[in-house]
């Protein structure tokens, strides 16, 4: 047949859909590329393993992209950190550190000007802020110490009659500082002491043949039993004993109490029954007279072996007992309150059974700095005789 006569479904021939359709080409753009197939135009569905493949290897990149990001985070942040660490220093100056951590503030001195000029002589309250910072830094340990840090600034009262006393209050108590009279150099011949060893009713009173409980009939508000019949000591010293108890007896040394807590009353008949059977002289180097001994304040105690060959005071310091005592009770707040070789110092011989109770801060700070007695410790004189 001629042309005309083809067949009607010639014209659709190559045409998606059409009958006995030829494979359908997208034509090209004029830049080379392929047009999108038409929405009509069904894509061959991909296999399983080449979609696998594909996620894969996008979440390979996605991982990689995130760890990409934290390493340049991270290195940003520390360029910032390195940046800082040189600029803070040299905006704040070089002068740092000089000062004690806390304590008296002290005036900073001016730079020194070229030319020399005459050193000044330091006023009274300039000695007397030396000398607190002396005593702050080296026998108490800065803020490290049984006293903490400080709850206000200093202040120096200033009075006709005692121009030169200075308080400040801290954590763990109050100190009070002066020069010594004539003093010239900073920092020496001066005073300081802590205000809460003259209150008795502190756990920091120091009581001796020079320093007399005030008033001497001085009697604790509370008293709470101990181990021992009728034995009786303050709240806080007798829950330390019952721990220091429990310590020995696991150590495998148990120890108990000889006496605790002792009236005026009962010290009078103590030291007068001490007088009558060996006279005045030894009765002062073996028992205090009323109102001079640590037992009326309820924070001292006399302890002996519990068990074995030596259960009395006299033989307590042969005891391997009275060893585990003289290690370990700082770690419950005692100290042996009147070690050997001490007597001129605590004006009594050695009792390695008597324990005064201080609190753990200050019972560490006494074996950290080596002070072998209280009066050491808080820079008291001593007080070898009345």
């Not at 696991?250 to 007088?275: D, I």
């Not at 009765?283 to 009326?296: I, L």
């Not at 006299?314 to 700082?330: L, M, P």
Request: proline share 9%; with cysteine; aromatic share 6%.
């Amino acid at each position: 047949m001629g042309a005309a006569s083809a067949s009607p479904n010639a014209s659709l021939a190559g045409r998606p859909g059409g009958p006995r359709s030829a494979p359908y080409h997208r034509p090209m753009t004029t830049t080379g590329r392929q047009r999108p197939a038409p929405p009509h135009v069904a894509r061959a569905p991909r296999p399983t393993s080449v979609r696998r493949a594909g996620a894969a290897a996008r979440s390979r990149d996605r991982r990689r992209s995130r760890r990409r990001r934290s390493v340049l985070v991270v290195a940003v942040v520390v360029l910032l950190v390195a940046a800082l660490a040189v600029a803070v220093p040299a905006l704040l100056g070089s002068d740092r550190g000089a000062a004690p951590e806390a304590g008296p503030t002290v005036q900073a001195s001016t730079r020194p000007s070229p030319t020399p000029s005459p050193t000044p002589t330091p006023t009274a309250r300039e000695l007397a802020a030396a000398t607190i910072t002396t005593a702050w830094s080296h026998r108490w340990r800065g803020s490290a110490g049984f006293l903490g840090k400080a709850r206000g600034p200093a202040s120096c009262a200033g009075s006709a009659d005692d121009p030169t006393r200075c308080t400040q209050a801290f954590a763990g108590g109050t100190l009070v500082w002066r020069p010594a009279k004539g003093a010239t150099t900073p920092g020496k011949g001066g005073t300081v002491t802590v205000a809460q060893t003259d209150d008795p009713a502190t756990d920091l009173v120091i009581v001796n043949k020079k320093r007399p409980l005030d008033p001497k009939t001085f009697a604790p508000k509370k008293l709470v039993p101990v181990a021992g019949p009728g034995e009786v000591m303050r709240p806080e010293a007798a829950s330390a004993l019952r721990a220091m108890f429990r310590g020995a007896s696991k150590a495998g040394l148990p120890l108990a109490v000889h006496s605790a807590y002792r009236a005026y009353e009962v010290q009078a008949t103590t030291y007068e029954g001490w007088v009558a059977a060996h006279g005045k002289k030894q009765a002062d180097n073996e028992s205090a007279r009323p109102g001079y001994s640590e037992h009326q304040t309820g924070l001292g105690v006399d302890v002996v072996a519990a068990t074995g060959s030596c259960t009395a005071m006299g033989c307590f310091g042969s005891t391997d007992q009275a060893a585990w005592v003289a290690k370990n009770a700082w770690r419950y707040g005692f100290v042996v309150r009147y070690p050997k070789g001490q007597e001129k110092t605590t004006g009594y011989m050695y009792e390695p059974w008597h324990v005064r109770y201080v609190g753990t801060k200050v019972a560490a700070d006494v074996r950290a700095t080596g002070a072998k007695t209280l009066e050491d410790f808080f820079g008291l004189p001593a007080a070898r005789t009345y």
